[in-house]
């Protein structure tokens, strides 16, 4: 395998590991935000009981 070939494979593992750890924030981002609401809405229901 050439130097240029190898390269080229690199660049590839690259944009695909930069392509998953896209979908992971984007992942974080809506668990965080199901995560928040589900406190808002935990909070909203206690003090209704108090």
Known sequence: M???EEKSLDKN???MLSGVI???AGLAMATNKIAN???YSS??????NV
Not at 43 to 48: C, H
């Open 2 to 4: 050439s130097e240029v």
């Open 43 to 48: 909070g909203y229901k206690d003090a209704k």
């Open 22 to 24: 896209a979908d992971l």
């Open 37 to 39: 609401s589900a406190t």
């Open 13 to 15: 593992k690259i944009m």
